[in-house]
């Protein structure tokens, strides 16, 4: 598996065009054809979370008879989900939705 595929994993279900892709990984520093490994994993949550965070800006889309919605809280989830998971704590609490308690001393 590349590195290109392990993304295309990570945005499952959402489909996005491949120079989103692209662009993501050569920002971050990333090479698309690379075999993935785990050693790879958060660099390529960090290329999935760049791309997620274009589609959060986009509720619909539509081409030609064809068209996409998309219920930003669920890409919300998706991000924060994908952040907890590859141990980008910042990136999740950004995104986590549950309810947060601060207590004042």
């Known amino acids: 598996m590349t590195n290109?595929?392990?993304i295309i994993g990570n945005l499952y279900p959402y489909d996005v065009d491949e120079n989103l892709i692209l662009k993501a990984c050569i920002d971050n520093d990333l090479i698309k054809e690379d075999e993935y490994s785990k050693d790879m994993a958060e660099s390529v949550a960090r290329v999935s979370i760049d791309?997620?965070?274009?589609l959060i800006s986009l509720s619909s889309e539509s081409d030609s008879g064809y068209s996409l919605s998309y219920n930003v809280d669920k890409l919300k989830d998706r991000i924060c989900t994908i952040a907890k998971k590859y141990g980008l704590a910042d990136i999740a609490e950004q995104f986590d939705s549950r309810p947060t308690v601060y207590i004042m001393s």
């Open 51 to 54: 791309i997620l965070l274009h």
């Open 4 to 6: 290109y595929e392990a």
